[in-house]
């Protein structure tokens, strides 16, 4: 940990739905959390909860010792990262800069640079569990980077998460989350037509989750988001927007690697599909509306 830096002001910038659960769970172990995000009156639980509220991102970057992002997409990141108002040009030297928005790896790449320059310690730090991970602390962390900055920050991301590891250099989080949305992306369309399939078949539902999510179907997909889908329940735990975004990366990845993902490419149409049907701000889950008819 470096000297004169206090890893107990955690200040979050972006406070969307994964990010008030972790910076719920953060505050509850006794860490000093201080927030910024572009529509105040969005964070106000967590500001009458007693987060710190900052009207910039500069005036945040300057106060934390620890300083979380996590925004929508690549350019949101080289946004608050980058510029005369910008994380990278106010954090004080030393500090830890935390990436938890799933981005492009090449991102994470130049701001590990760039922070190494000016004294700052970077790591890359996607998430995967969705809301109900990021609420009972219990998300998958993912990180890339410095194996010393991962050490000093650990026990931080131990009050967010469950299985937490350091995959390599800066990068391979982003990496690593993209192995997790291919893997997503295709079982998550196995869901939604193995319960329309269900439903024509004159079957209940619930009767078959129950069973199935406690043999080899079993997971996060089928056993949450199934029992989602199964009671109609498609708002947003993870908006498909976001989703989409995480897809076209890694589809633009697996090009670079000259591999052709087919599975991942037909996630892509049908989720293309679902948001020309008005899907775009719905749950992942939503999908399944593709199949109603």
């Not at 988001?225 to 589809?251: C, E, S, T, W």
Request: hydrophobic share 40%.
């Amino acid at each position: 940990m470096t000297v004169g830096i206090d890893t107990h002001k955690v200040g979050f910038v972006g406070l969307g739905i994964m990010a008030k659960g972790m910076a719920r769970n953060v505050m509850k172990a006794g860490y000093e959390v201080h927030g910024y995000t572009r529509t105040k009156s969005k964070a106000q639980d967590l500001l009458d909860e007693g987060v710190i509220w900052h009207d910039t991102v500069a005036d945040l970057a300057e106060t934390c010792g620890v300083v979380i992002t996590m925004v929508g997409y690549p350019q949101d990141v080289e946004q608050v990262y980058y510029g005369e108002g910008g994380i990278l040009a106010h954090a004080k030297p030393g500090s830890y800069l935390v990436d938890m928005t799933t981005s492009s790896p090449s991102i994470a790449q130049r701001i590990a640079n760039d922070a190494d320059q000016r004294g700052l310690h970077a790591l890359d730090a996607p998430v995967s569990g969705g809301d109900v991970g990021a609420r009972e602390g219990k998300l998958a962390i993912m990180c890339g980077g410095n194996q010393d900055d991962f050490d000093a920050v650990k026990p931080l991301f131990e009050t967010m998460g469950k299985s937490i590891a350091l995959l390599g250099p800066a990068g391979a989080g982003q990496h690593t989350k993209m192995v997790n949305q291919i893997v997503i992306s295709g079982t998550i369309l196995g869901v939604a037509e193995a319960i329309a399939y269900a439903k024509k078949a004159g079957l209940d539902t619930d009767a078959v989750l129950d069973v199935i999510g406690n043999g080899a179907a079993g997971g996060f997909q089928l056993n949450v988001l199934g029992r989602r889908i199964a009671h109609g329940d498609y708002a947003p735990g993870f908006y498909v927007h976001h989703f989409q975004k995480d897809m076209n990366i890694a589809a633009a990845e697996a090009e670079d690697f000259k591999l052709d993902l087919r599975a991942l490419k037909l996630a892509i149409e049908q989720y293309e599909r679902y948001v020309e049907q008005g899907g775009r701000e719905s749950g992942t889950q939503g999908i399944y509306e593709l199949y109603e008819d």
